[in-house]
């Protein structure tokens, strides 16, 4: 049997008419940037996060250097990351002059641990990137705790996590301000790129609203300087039809989830552990092995794809040399880096893949 480590076709099938219809409406209509496709999904995005401001941009990184642009953060500033996420993350930092500094995970979670924050905090400190790595979210009320004892923002990396909750509020909605990305193999994913800020903050949205269309609040008036970073009428119409079905599709992940960790018994392999609280939507599925290239070629060798997240982490790779991190200095985003394998996740997956994937790896 083959099956992907991830597959569109399942998901794109259920709405293929729709999406054809909708592209022909917008195609005839020939308003391509910024219409009124694109003010719906920023109202509608918004109203299914819960908060009251949504701000549709190019790309989940541009959501993130937005957001710190919108804070003034920049030269001289630092902000606390995660050592273990994707580059994107550090890089959004990076953008604005800013220094990130990396802070550990919780081993089982892959999330930042909080209890180890408070320690990288300068008088440089700005703000806290809160990621929900993998769709989940990290342990928000212990970083709000922090962040308000030092006057820190906390921004939500949420690219990975569309529709997660926690303790009854969703991602997008839970710090400051939040940054999306709707790359196509996201859970609300466009057919193309995209991204989104979310806050309850009128100034914030405001700004970024500006900042993302070079700077001007009404055409040829530049009061920042911005940068080119629209989310496409098209992308935003298709995306008002996708976001009607998250709900659905994060629950078809849940419904595979549960499978892998009740049935999945092998004691090479260390399952992710959901963190209290959380409703985790699983955009990846991340084990660990000791074996961990071992374990990828036997299952490619069986038809079944991996993938790793991360192979590398960010401060052993060359883009961030200049910080002179060396092999050791983070040893959990290293050993994750060397041990997690992501196994097939994605909507519509039948029994017989499911089944078929839990026993190969219980043969391992």
Same mark, same amino acid.
């Given at each position: ?27 005839? #209509? ?9 003010? #719906? ?11 009251? !401001? ?44 800013? $220094?990130?500094?990396?802070? %550990? ?28 790595? !993998?769709?989940?979210?990290? +342990? ?57 800020? $979310? ?32 989310? +496409? ?26 499978? !892998? ?34 374990? %990828? ?58 089944? !078929? ?8």
């Amino acid at each position: 049997m083959k099956i992907a480590w991830v597959s569109f076709a399942p998901m794109q099938k259920e709405i293929k008419e729709d999406i054809l219809n909708k592209f022909e409406e917008m195609y005839d #209509k020939s308003i391509y940037i910024q219409g009124d496709e694109y003010k #719906k999904f920023n109202e509608e995005f918004a109203k299914y996060c819960g908060c009251k !401001y949504a701000v549709g941009v190019g790309n989940g990184l541009d959501a993130l250097m937005l957001i710190l642009r919108a804070y003034d953060i920049g030269p001289g500033d630092e902000v606390i990351v995660p050592s273990n996420t994707f580059i994107a993350t550090a890089l959004a930092v990076t953008y604005v002059g800013a $220094t990130p500094i990396f802070v %550990e995970p919780i081993l089982e979670e892959y999330n930042i641990n909080p209890a180890l924050i408070e320690e990288k905090i300068t008088d440089r400190t700005k703000a806290i990137m809160a990621v929900h790595l !993998y769709g989940q979210c990290c +342990d928000i009320d212990e970083i709000t705790k922090i962040a308000k004892k030092y006057n820190l923002k906390v921004i939500e990396d949420a690219a990975q996590a569309h529709g997660a909750i926690y303790k009854g509020k969703k991602a997008g909605n839970l710090g400051d301000a939040a940054g999306f990305s709707m790359y196509p193999g996201k859970n609300l994913g466009a057919l193309g790129d995209g991204g989104m800020v $979310t806050t309850n903050d009128l100034d914030v949205a405001t700004k970024v609203a500006a900042l993302c269309c070079y700077g001007s609040d009404y055409k040829y008036h530049h009061i920042y300087k911005g940068v080119n970073s629209r989310m +496409d009428e098209i992308q935003s119409g298709f995306m008002n039809i996708k976001l009607k079905h998250l709900d659905k599709w994060n629950s078809n992940r849940n419904n595979i989830a549960n499978e !892998y960790l009740s049935r999945i018994n092998n004691p090479k392999i260390k399952l992710p552990v959901i963190h209290e609280g959380n409703y985790h939507v699983w955009h990846v599925f991340a084990i660990r092995c000791d074996e961990r290239d071992s374990l %990828e070629k036997y299952l490619n060798n069986n038809g079944i794809g991996t993938n790793k997240h991360y192979p590398t982490p960010i401060h052993l790779q060359g883009a961030y040399s200049d910080l002179n991190y060396k092999k050791g200095d983070l040893p959990l985003a290293e050993k994750i880096s060397s041990t997690e394998l992501s196994i097939p996740m994605y909507y519509g997956m039948t029994k017989e893949e499911i089944d !078929y994937v839990i026993d190969v790896i219980n043969k391992f």
